[in-house]
């Protein structure tokens, strides 16, 4: 039950909101209250996945905040500060074709239509606008994720993105 493989991280408690046992969640969806939308919420606490029952929420201007059970103060409740929120696979949304979660794409390797590798994507930053792969190699590459445009090719089943990039960028 406890295989890391089926437990997609989707985001992680922050700090204790206020007296009443709310803590802060750093949702790592988009757009980034469909944090909420996901059930059966597991906490990786004392090195394992635990259920953990969501109360409350509330989605504020810029936080969500949130009362677990077990964790009616904030005293309890910062013992969750840091620790990550999962969900198992099989709840993600299928998606369109052509269309990727961040998790299938970090640990691909990537490399330009000339076959030369820029190394493996090892973290992917939102900027708003659109999202920044970090691929690290002999350097560190951050190439902007346009399909069509940068992203030439994502093949899942050879672990390959084909990008047009300069590799002195």
């Known amino acids: 039950m406890n295989n890391q493989e089926n437990w997609i991280i989707i985001a992680r408690f922050g700090r204790p909101h206020g007296v ?28 394992k996945w635990q259920p953990i029952k969501l109360l409350r929420a509330e989605v504020q201007n810029k936080s969500i ?35 990727y979660y961040w998790h299938q794409l970090i640990g691909m390797n990537v490399i330009n239509q000339q076959g030369k590798s820029f190394g493996k994507v090892i973290e992917i930053i939102p900027t708003g606008a659109n ?15 346009l399909p069509g445009k940068f992203i030439l090719d994502v093949d899942a089943n050879q672990q390959l993105i084909t990008v047009d990039w300069d590799m002195d960028f």
């Open 65 to 99: 905040i949130a009362q677990i059970e077990g964790y009616p103060e904030r005293e309890l409740v910062a013992q969750l500060t840091n620790i990550e929120i999962a969900v198992r696979q099989e709840q993600l949304e299928k998606l369109e074709p052509g269309e």
């Open 20 to 47: 009443k046992g709310f803590v802060t969640v750093h949702s790592f969806t988009e757009p980034r209250d469909n944090v909420l939308k996901y059930e059966n919420w597991h906490a990786f606490i004392n090195n």
């Open 131 to 145: 999202d920044v792969l970090v691929v690290e190699g002999n350097k560190r590459h951050l190439i902007p994720y």
